[in-house]
Structures are given as C-alpha cells and as structure tokens.
Nanobody, 115 residues
C-alpha cells in the first residue's frame, strides 16, 4: 500500500521560509518521479515543482527562484524548500507520486502566509 505523508506546513510571515517534507512508503521510491502541488481556496490544484528519478527538476513560473525541490532516496523523502513566501502562496500543499497508470497523493499540509 502506497503512503505519502507530508509535514512542515504552518503559519509564516511574508518573506519567510518553510521546508516541506513528504515521506513515502510502499513503493520503490528511487525509481518514481515525484511532485509537489498546491490548491488555494476556490482554485484548482496546480503543479508547483517536480523531480524525476534522475533528479531533473521543473518549476512553475510563479515559484522559480523561490522554491527548491529535492529528494533523498535513502530516506524515501521528497522535500520542498520554500523561501521569500508571499500571501498568494497560501494553499494546501500536496506531494504526489507518479505511478504506472495513476498518481498517488498525500493528505496535504497547510501553508498560510500572512502579510
């Protein structure tokens, strides 16, 4: 059974930083492409950053230069370092694993940025 458990969210002032973590179990983590997504109230879920099994990364234009995705295969964990936070970054952040034929999601972690 695949499980993804996010942590690290919270309330932070604009300009601050957070590091989100997503620990994964039930799959061979090192061969799976991973991603972080977010969903703000009243908006659709959007891709924030992705990282392949080969460590190639891709970012949404809105977060380039502020967010960094990384992975530690020894810990079965994917991270999202988020810096220079803005109020518009407020959302529930989800990690996702791209599995054959489907995507597996975590439960999400709330990030709230106050102005």
């Amino acid at each position: 059974q695949v499980q993804l458990v996010e942590s690290g969210g919270g309330l932070v002032q604009a300009g601050g930083s957070l590091r989100l973590s997503c620990e994964v179990s039930g799959i061979i983590f090192s061969i799976v492409n991973m991603g972080w997504y977010r969903q703000a109230p009243g908006k659709q879920r959007e891709s924030v950053a992705t990282i392949t099994s080969g460590y190639s990364t891709n970012y949404a234009n809105s977060v380039k230069g502020r967010f960094t995705i990384s992975r530690d295969n020894a810990k079965n964990t994917v991270y999202l370092q988020i810096s220079s936070l803005k109020p518009e970054d407020t959302a529930v952040y989800y990690c996702a694993a791209a599995l054959p034929g489907r995507t597996s999601w975590g439960q999400g972690t709330q990030v709230t940025v106050s102005s």
